[in-house]
């Protein structure tokens, strides 16, 4: 059994600040490096960055956490709120939590982090009222798989069409 490295703390985060923009350059680096076969470049991160915003991960559409050691950040759990079929919603409409830029780093790997935030993402949702979460991941992303089937996701029917997605993950809240 793992147990959690209390050193390590994690916040909610606004996207565009200083800490989740550093988190999700961490997290492009990892999953496209590993996508690409080699270190994606400032420019690509920068496109994707702009690209897409993450804007939504922030009340009342989503929430945005960081998790830093000391003044490294060392991984990263957005939650968007969503309806079944993937539009984007306020609170006043039945919502579906969605994972998404789920990143732990290889040097806190193995520390507990990875379910320590998926936690965090569950309390926060069912706080909210939310009864189901689901995600998507690529097919090489083995240890990911690992980690959320670990904690109660099953696979389930495609709910968007990813060109990166190859597997669709979807768990109940109690």
């Known amino acids: 059994m793992v147990v959690p490295d209390a050193s390590i703390v994690v916040a909610?985060?606004?996207p565009a600040e200083p800490?989740?923009?550093?988190?999700?350059?961490d997290y492009y680096h990892d999953i496209g490096g590993r996508y690409h076969g080699r270190p994606m470049t400032e420019a690509e991160?920068?496109?994707i960055l702009t690209e897409d915003a993450d804007e939504d991960l922030q009340p009342p559409t989503g929430w945005f956490w960081v998790a830093t050691l000391g003044e490294r950040v060392v991984g990263c759990i957005g939650l968007?709120?969503?309806t079944e079929d993937g539009t984007r919603v306020g609170e006043d409409r039945t919502r579906v939590g969605e994972l998404t830029r789920v990143y732990v780093?290889?040097?806190?790997?193995r520390r507990g982090l990875g379910a320590r935030l998926i936690g965090t993402v569950e309390q926060q949702a069912a706080a909210d009222g939310v009864?189901?979460?689901r995600l998507d991941v690529r097919t090489d992303l083995v240890e990911a798989r690992g980690l959320y089937t670990r904690h109660?996701?099953?696979?389930?029917p495609a709910f968007n069409d990813s060109p990166y997605a190859g597997h669709w993950l979807r768990k109940t809240l109690r």
């Open 80 to 82: 968007r709120y969503v």
């Open 105 to 109: 780093s290889a040097a806190v790997r």
């Open 131 to 133: 009864t189901s979460l």
């Open 152 to 156: 109660g996701f099953h696979e389930a």
């Open 12 to 14: 909610v985060t606004k």
């Open 19 to 25: 800490q989740a923009q550093r988190a999700l350059r």
């Open 45 to 47: 991160i920068d496109g």
